[in-house]
């Protein structure tokens, strides 16, 4: 997957933020994720809107349904949405009135914040910062190749063990990922001999992401 720099996250107590601390590098690798961030319980990385469930508050309310949709409106979603969480019920003033609703009599609707994808649950709320930069850019790339000469060494039946001569060619950034993370990518893929020219006697394979395309051409070699 696409590396990304940041991954911040709201826990509601100090055991929880523990219990992610000391597995805070394992959630990094299963992300793919540079770093980890606690965030604080005001940052404003989610909007809510909150509406009525009407399978619930259709028979009961009837014609309040207009200002109830206001009153959920106008409220503080934040609020309501942490109440829902825990399963707490929730009084708002409607018309001249009050009603007190239960957390399944409203739905909670997430948004969230233009750069991030959030999700939330039980109080908690993580949020990956979906930013590219160049370097990031070229990462991917250079693991979209490692998975590309994957592909190809399968399709080509060689065996786990043995070690290929490669070559790569491709749009500019794939280029730039070539030079940045060669023998990282060599590593990943045994190879023990890196092409600068291409031939046609092994095993060839295209792939493309996005606006960026490359080719690679492998086979098998006896050099270790």
């Known amino acids: 997957p696409q590396p990304l720099a ?7 107590t100090d055991k929880a933020r523990e219990a992610l601390h000391e597995h805070e590098q394992q959630v990094l690798e299963e992300l793919n994720v540079k770093a980890l961030e606690f965030i604080a319980a005001d940052a404003e990385l989610v909007s809510y809107r909150i509406k009525p469930h009407l399978p619930r508050l259709g028979k009961r309310y009837g014609k309040q349904i207009p200002a109830i949709r206001q009153a959920l409106a106008e409220a503080d979603g934040a609020t309501i949405a942490a109440a829902c969480a825990s399963g707490e019920g929730i009084t708002l003033t409607v018309g001249e009135g009050s009603i007190t609703f239960e957390a399944e009599d409203l739905l909670v609707e997430t948004e969230s914040a233009e750069g991030y994808a959030c999700a939330e649950s039980g109080g908690q709320l993580v949020a990956l910062d979906t930013t590219l930069d160049d370097a990031l850019l070229r990462e991917g790339i250079a693991r979209e190749i490692v998975r590309t000469a994957q592909d190809g060494r399968k399709q080509a039946g060689l065996e786990v063990s043995d070690r290929i001569r490669l070559h790569v060619d491709g749009s500019s950034l794939v280029s730039e990922a070539l030079n940045e993370h060669r ?10 001999e890196w092409s600068s020219t291409a031939f046609d006697t092994g095993f060839s394979l295209k792939r493309e992401l996005d606006d960026h395309h490359w080719q690679i051409a492998l086979e098998k070699t006896a050099r270790d």
Do not use: H, K
């Open 6 to 12: 940041q991954l911040l996250v709201r826990v509601p």
């Open 183 to 192: 023998e990282w990518i060599m590593n990943e893929t045994l190879t023990a």
